[in-house]
């Protein structure tokens, strides 16, 4: 851990672009078995190439993939995506969704805090949360500490519903100004290309600037 610390400020001082951290929240629970979690990873995979095929997204995106399974785990954290090795993900066990975003949040923070001191600046956060099913933990605080976030303009959040057996109505608790949306089949390889694109579209604007997304994309991979 203190080696990883150690390469995330050398990142800041090597590279001082402003950033885009984008935290993946995934469903690795027993119901993502099969082609569910194959086609995510494969998904994952595009969208970090995505990301080192654009010259500018490149220098500006960082990405950390928290996953909620059988246990929460850190499965990327942030620093250069050009330092970092995607390890594919494994379906098993419950879906700790609040376990899962608290330490998201968590790993964005932390973050930030090291953008402030190393003096970098930085886009707004997003986090996609993405999921099958329904909680099998208490999801209240986490809940309301995203909600604060998203209040604060300090926070965007992109629910993701996969398959018929998602819980819309608690996706929308966790992002009240956007509804969530449900992936068309197992579409992961499109969802992804849009939010690269969309990644790439913010990386070159200014920060604190509104930058509309590619609402026509959507439909390619959303039911909407």
């Known amino acids: 851990m203190a ?12 590279n001082p672009s402003a950033r885009v951290p984008i935290c993946l929240v995934l469903d690795t629970s027993s119901s993502m078995s099969g082609a569910p979690i194959r086609e995510l990873n494969e998904g994952v995979q595009l ?7 654009d010259d500018t997204a490149r220098y500006a995106a960082e990405v950390a993939i928290v996953s909620f399974g059988d246990k929460v785990d850190r499965v990327m954290d942030f620093m250069s995506i050009e330092r970092q090795e995607f390890q594919p993900l494994v379906a098993n066990g419950l879906t700790p969704l609040g376990a899962g975003v608290l330490e998201a949040l968590s790993l964005l923070e932390a973050r930030k805090q ?4 190393a003096g970098v600046d930085y886009y707004q956060p997003w986090m996609v949360l993405m999921t099958d099913g329904s909680p099998t933990d ?3 605080e986490a809940e309301r500490q995203t909600c604060e976030l998203i209040e604060k303009k300090k ?9 018929s057996g998602a819980d819309l109505k608690m996706l929308s608790r966790f992002s009240p100004a956007r509804p969530p949306l449900r992936l068309k089949g197992t579409n992961f390889a499109e ?27 959507i439909s390619a991979w959303a039911s909407v």
């Open 3 to 14: 080696d990883e610390y150690i390469v995330r400020q050398q990142d800041l001082v090597e």
């Open 191 to 217: 969802f992804f290309e849009w939010l690269s694109k969309s990644v790439s579209r913010v990386s070159q604007s200014t920060p604190g600037e509104a930058v509309p997304l590619d609402v026509d994309g």
């Open 155 to 163: 926070l965007t959040v992109f629910p993701i519903a996969i398959g």
């Open 47 to 53: 969208f970090v190439d995505a990301i080192l095929a």
């Open 114 to 117: 090291e953008y402030q001191r």
């Open 138 to 140: 208490d999801v209240s």
